[in-house]
């Protein structure tokens, strides 16, 4: 496969994006072969205006195209190749956000390369096959992620909140119960294996604990139920073109929103000793609710 190809995102996004990367690919196969939109359309026997309207994204070409694009510019860029790879990688995340059963969903989980079981109707993600999970309580989870949206990614020193991938790319979540699972990319477990941690994979432990799983553990994931009945759903869903990150980054922010949400139930304690609680629908003095 060429460079171009091989250099393509692994999971393409919306129509447009798709029609996109595919225009990018040509126009940096076409430049390298050092012809001109005319000279191209000649040789693959179109319109100077389609081969536009192809390095814009702004049309779907069919694969005819991208095979008479890699007949006039060969050996270069396999962008059929290239086709055929988003195209399959585009249709799995689609299908992963649209799966009814378990077996549609450990099939679409596949295509992405991430590892899944189904057993007893229930769905599990294998940590350490393509992906990994940090878990943290649901209040961390919660802050975590809207912390993350509201930077969008760049590091915020009056929080002290770290420098982060894109939530666009990178912010993957799955829910279940009072835990939350960040998904993240495998290969930092700094552990020879997983160990069991304490409290069962539903329960969890309280406080500030983050818990990684990795090596062989399982995560619920949707569309199913965990083991304590729990149904796991996305607590933010995987984005349309997900790379998700690296968890020895999102560690930090995760610590530090743990710190702050480890407090007494319903409390939560901002930098700075201010602390924030839940209003009540009782009436409160004064008339205030």
Sequence with gaps: MSDQAAAAPRYPGSAQEFRRDLGRALRTARDSAGYSQEQLARRTGHARSTISMAERGAQDMSRVFWQRCDAALAPEPALAALYEQLAHIRAATRSLQGTRTPEEAVAAYESLGWGAETERGRVTLVAGAGVDALEVPRATGVLAIHWWLYTKGAPDEIRGLPGLPSPASALTVIAAGDRFFFLTQPGAFPWEEAEPGPGSLDGGAGGAEVRWHAAGSRI??????????????????????????????????????????????????????????????????????
């Design 220 to 289: 619920p994931a949707p569309p199913s139920s965990s083991v304590s009945g729990h149904r796991a759903e996305w607590a933010h869903p995987p984005p349309a073109r997900p790379r998700l990150a690296d968890p020895v980054v999102l560690l930090d922010l995760l610590s530090r929103v743990s710190v702050m949400t480890q407090h007494r139930d319903r409390v939560l304690t901002l930098p700075g000793g201010l602390r924030v609680v839940p209003a009540t629908s009782s009436p409160q003095p004064g008339g205030a609710r």
